[in-house]
């Protein structure tokens, strides 16, 4: 970085790790600012690195953004340090490294790759305990097409899962967008340990993901575990990829659907300042309209899906009923998706719902959603890669 860098000019990425709130500064290297930092040594294991088994947790990509992406691993207690070179075309002369926190599980490490050019193609090698790992992936486009995958109600360690895995990485998107309860049954870190990342690591090290919050994650000190292992910024936040607009909310209801309250408050906050956005895409949790076991969420009904009208939202994905539903209660209106199917298990759906177009259970796999200028494609592909369903729609220049 220069001499003498004025933070205050520099955009920042922030997120949580631990009991510290991080912000980056956004340069030419990984600069580090920590806050509200408080002693966590007694909570930790007693675990000790040795040389065949430094990486508790292989890399892991997380916050992808056009010009920054958070890669994330887990180590014994006692390799305290660690580090990321990267660069373009294999020139891996940058290096940011990693903050630390140490959890129940072993130290969790976080570094911020920053300084990228949008959608450009990045190895990385991660530095640890003196073993070292290596990567790849692409930065967010800021421009141009993009496609992202979404789906939900996995993290059980199920074949299922290890199968719509797969599926991913051969889609190989430019982004992977959760739609909760991503850790059964309570998201804790042993259950993270054990039915998330082994399943996910030969994707995750490549490719980006945005966690949302579901209720099985939310079980667990209100999702602190997720929030803290998958660097989210804050509960509800929102970005920038392509010509699209990307919102993640919590959406369980603890912190409000209803005006005044805060998750309404940010959603209306974001769509009015985002109003020219040429895409809109809304990601949480409970549905605003299913047919499935749960059913429609009334609060959503009554308090958001006004905002979506009134924004001219595009699509709304949504998880928690473990089915595949296509819904569009107005003709002219939004558009919204349940995709439950990341492969816990399956759910009873019924088929007299006047709003859904279309409606499978006892099926698993991903939506792949396409987004160019002119045209977005929502895809349903199942397990072993067979086109299940299919809707686009365009908009004018």
Not at 319 to 326: K, L, M, N, P
Request: proline fraction near 5%.
């Amino acid at each position: 970085m220069a001499e003498s860098p004025q933070p205050a000019r520099m955009p920042r990425v922030s997120f949580a790790l631990g009991l510290l709130t991080v912000a980056v500064l956004i340069g030419s290297g990984a600069a580090f600012a920590i806050a509200d930092a408080t002693d966590s040594q007694s909570r930790a294991s007693s675990k000790q690195a040795t040389t065949s088994n430094v990486f508790l947790r292989s890399p892991y990509l997380a916050q992808p953004r056009t010009d920054s992406i958070i890669v994330g691993w887990l180590t014994p207690p006692s390799v305290a340090k660690g580090s990321v070179t990267y660069g373009l075309g294999g020139a891996e002369n940058l290096t940011a490294e990693s903050v630390n926190h140490l959890q129940e599980d072993g130290m969790l490490h976080g570094a911020v790759l920053s300084g990228l050019q949008p959608g450009s193609s990045y190895s990385y090698s991660v530095h640890s305990g003196g073993q070292t790992i290596h990567g790849h992936f692409r930065s967010l486009p800021d421009s141009g097409p993009i496609r992202f995958t979404t789906t939900g109600d996995f993290g059980g360690a199920t074949a299922a899962e290890a199968e719509v895995v797969n599926l991913m990485k051969q889609q190989d998107p430019d982004l992977f967008i959760t739609l909760g309860d991503n850790t059964y049954e309570r998201g804790t870190l042993a259950e993270m340990d054990q039915n998330v990342f082994p399943q996910y690591a030969n994707f995750l090290d490549s490719h980006g993901v945005m966690w949302v919050l579901g209720n099985h994650d939310y079980t667990t000190r209100q999702g602190t575990p997720s929030i803290e292992n998958f660097f989210m910024p804050d509960r509800n936040y929102s970005f920038d990829a392509g010509e699209a607009h990307f919102i993640v909310l919590e959406g369980d209801g603890s912190h409000g659907y209803a005006p005044g309250q805060r998750d309404y408050e940010f959603l209306r906050n974001d769509l009015a300042a985002n109003a020219n956005a040429r895409w809109k895409f809304v990601f949480f949790h409970y549905p605003a309209y299913s047919c499935g076991q749960h059913g429609s969420t009334p609060y959503v009904d009554q308090y958001w899906v006004p905002l979506f009208d009134q924004y001219r939202v595009d699509a709304v994905f949504n998880g928690h009923d473990h089915d595949y539903e296509r819904i569009r209660p107005d003709a002219a209106g939004v558009r919204y998706f349940v995709a439950g199917i990341g492969g816990k298990s399956v759910d009873p759906i019924r088929h007299n719902c006047p709003f859904q177009q279309v409606g499978a259970t006892h099926i698993y796999g991903d939506l792949i959603v396409s987004v160019d200028h002119s045209t977005v494609r929502v895809d349903c592909v199942l397990v072993g890669g067979k086109l299940f369903d299919t809707t686009s729609w365009s908009k004018e220049a």
